[in-house]
C-alpha cells in the first residue's frame, strides 16, 4: 500500500483544482468551471453495470441541469479511448474526464482502500460533489449508491441554487 494519505474533504472546503482531458482530448479545468454551479462526480469503471446506471441517470436529467447552466462532470481512471467508447455505446450527454494517475480522485479523497472477496486493493469510492459559482463544495455524497441518487443530487442542487444563486 502507498503512504498516500487519505484526504477528507468537507463542505465549505474550496474545490481542489483540477486539469484532466475529455474523450476527444480537450482539458477541463476547475477554473473553467468557475462562475457556475457544477456537480462533479468519482465513479469506479466505463461500463460496469452501476457505473452505467449512473451515467445513464445524469444524461437523462442533462437537457434539465443544462437550462439551468449546470454542468455534470464524472471521472474515472479509464482512458480517454475508454471514455470515447463509453460515451458512444450509451449515447452519454455528460463530460467524462480521465484521472489515470487518480490524482483528481485523490484530492477529492474518493481514491480508497477497498475490500473484495477478501482481498485489499485501492480503488474508486463513488462519490459526488456539489460545486457551487465561488468554487466552494457544498454538498458530498460518499459511497454512493445509484438508485435515487441522481434524484437526490438535482434536488439538493435546486435547495442550494435558490439561497445560493
Keep these: 500500500m502507498s503512504s498516500m494519505t487519505e484526504k477528507e474533504m468537507n463542505t465549505g472546503d474550496p474545490a481542489p483544482d483540477f486539469s484532466l ?14 462562475g457556475s454551479w457544477y456537480i462533479l ?4 469503471k466505463d461500463n460496469t453495470t452501476a457505473c452505467t446506471a449512473e451515467a445513464l441517470a ?35 450527454m455528460i ?5 489515470v494517475n487518480h490524482e483528481v480522485i485523490g484530492a477529492y479523497g474518493a481514491w480508497k482502500r477497498k475490500k473484495m472477496y477478501g482481498k485489499e486493493y485501492m480503488g474508486v469510492e463513488r462519490s459526488t460533489f456539489l460545486i457551487d459559482p465561488n468554487g466552494i463544495i457544498r454538498e458530498i455524497w460518499r459511497n454512493v449508491k445509484v438508485k435515487g441518487h441522481v ?3 438535482t434536488s439538493r442542487l435546486r435547495e442550494l441554487k435558490a439561497v445560493i444563486p
Design 41 to 44: 462526480y468519482f465513479y469506479p
Design 58 to 92: 445524469f444524461s437523462a436529467v442533462y437537457e434539465e441541469l443544462a437550462e439551468l447552466e449546470i454542468p455534470v462532470i464524472g471521472v474515472s481512471p479509464d482512458t480517454m479511448e475508454s471514455h470515447r467508447k463509453f460515451i458512444e455505446k450509451h449515447d452519454l
Design 151 to 153: 434524484e437526490a443530487v
Design 21 to 34: 482531458p475529455d474523450h476527444t482530448g480537450t482539458m477541463h479545468t476547475a477554473a473553467s468551471y468557475r
Design 95 to 99: 463530460t467524462l474526464l480521465a484521472d
